[in-house]
């Protein structure tokens, strides 16, 4: 079903968003393998743009590494990049994220998600591309309630814009697959979470406010269920889908179409742990970790948000024999750690 590696360390690979969380744990995982990096991220501010240097910096050691500051959505600058280098793998992670803010900044989804994957499949499809692997979201399944949510589930119904853009990229992927046989590989994340995180996660947001003394927000009341999946495990998960382009699946058949495989050379995945937490015992397990007790506001349901993930991962097994193993304690913890050297926060209340 799957091809020889597509992977060779003689040629370099595109990894988009490098100074986000998910590109610079992936950028790094392959300067260590012995892989050059192209870079690529316009390091925006949506969050604290400190820890986007930070990251860019530790990458920077490497002399494997080369960085683009440049907009995806800028197609100009996008084709200069994709015109510099013989790319053979391309891992596709910018994007403009978090599902409250596309609430109120939808137009960002739209230039970056939609605008910017467009200028990615047009490198891709120009240069030969051996294989594109790019970001898609727990969120496309949306109003989906049948648990584990399934990559062979239709995800027609989404609940926010993000979700909606996420989808779309998919969509779009596979018609370049259709189309020009580039072949396309889409990873659904779910909350990812662990050490240089994005601020704007919960578990950050929970830290920084317990830390502080700060109450924090809990909505939906606590009832709330996340597949939160560690960094290292998505990584591992990335790496090992990247090397092989995925195969035409010859039993597929427009009579009943399976959403998660196709007659093209495209496939999609769930990356998840495959053991939803609730929100309340990740509460409780951070609280252990710190050491330290939360305030609590419990609030409603925000809009675009779901009450509940938890990813069928049978197909990524089955594939590429990999599976999650971090365990929540685990992870927080290493978060937790991560977090106290970073903002230099020892035992007292942090002033950041």
């Known amino acids: 079903m799957h091809s020889a590696s597509v992977l060779d360390r003689s040629v370099p690979v595109l990894v988009t968003g490098t100074a986000g969380f998910i590109g610079f744990h992936l950028a790094l995982r392959l300067l260590k393998e012995g892989f050059a990096v192209v870079g690529v991220d316009n390091v925006n501010d949506y969050y604290d743009v400190r820890i986007k240097w930070d990251r860019l910096n530790i990458l920077e050691k490497h002399a494997g590494f080369t960085f ?70 727990s969120s496309v399944y949306g109003a989906n309630t049948r648990m584990p949510f399934s990559v062979h589930h239709n995800v027609d119904h ?41 601020p704007d996660m919960a578990l950050f947001l929970f830290t920084r406010a317990i830390l502080r003394g700060e109450p924090i927000n809990v909505f939906n009341y606590g009832k709330m269920r996340r597949d939160f999946t560690y960094i290292d495990d998505i990584v591992e998960g990335v790496f090992r889908v990247m090397g092989r382009a995925p195969q035409p699946d010859a039993s597929w058949t427009g009579d009943a179409p399976d959403p998660g495989t196709s007659a093209a050379p495209y496939r999609i995945y769930n990356i998840g742990n495959n053991h939803p937490v609730e929100l309340m015992v990740f509460i409780r397990t951070l609280e252990e970790c710190l050491g330290m007790e939360a305030r609590k506001e419990f609030l409603p ?15 990524l097994m089955r594939d590429f024999g990999f599976r999650p193993a971090t365990s929540i304690h685990e992870g927080i913890q290493k978060f937790v750690d991560w977090y106290r050297d970073y903002y230099d926060v020892k035992g007292k209340a942090a002033t950041i």
Not at 99 to 120: E, K, Q, T
Not at 172 to 180: F, K, P, V, W
């Open 68 to 137: 683009h500051r440049v907009d995806c959505e800028d197609r100009q600058a996008m084709e200069a990049v994709f015109d510099g280098y013989p790319f053979r793998v391309v891992v596709h992670l910018a994007a403009q994220a978090g599902v409250r803010y596309s609430l109120v900044n939808p137009y960002a989804y739209v230039d970056s998600n939609l605008m910017g994957f467009m200028n990615i499949l047009e490198g891709c499809r120009r240069r030969n591309v051996g294989h594109l692997v790019f970001a898609s979201s």
């Open 301 to 315: 349901m925000q809009p675009g948000d779901v009450p509940a993930t938890a990813a069928d991962i049978d197909d």
């Open 158 to 198: 989404p609940v926010s814009l993000y979700a909606a853009t996420k989808k779309a990229n998919e969509l779009m992927a596979h018609t370049y697959a259709h189309l020009y046989g580039l072949p396309c590989t889409g990873l659904r994340f779910f909350t990812v979470y662990g050490p240089w995180g994005r």
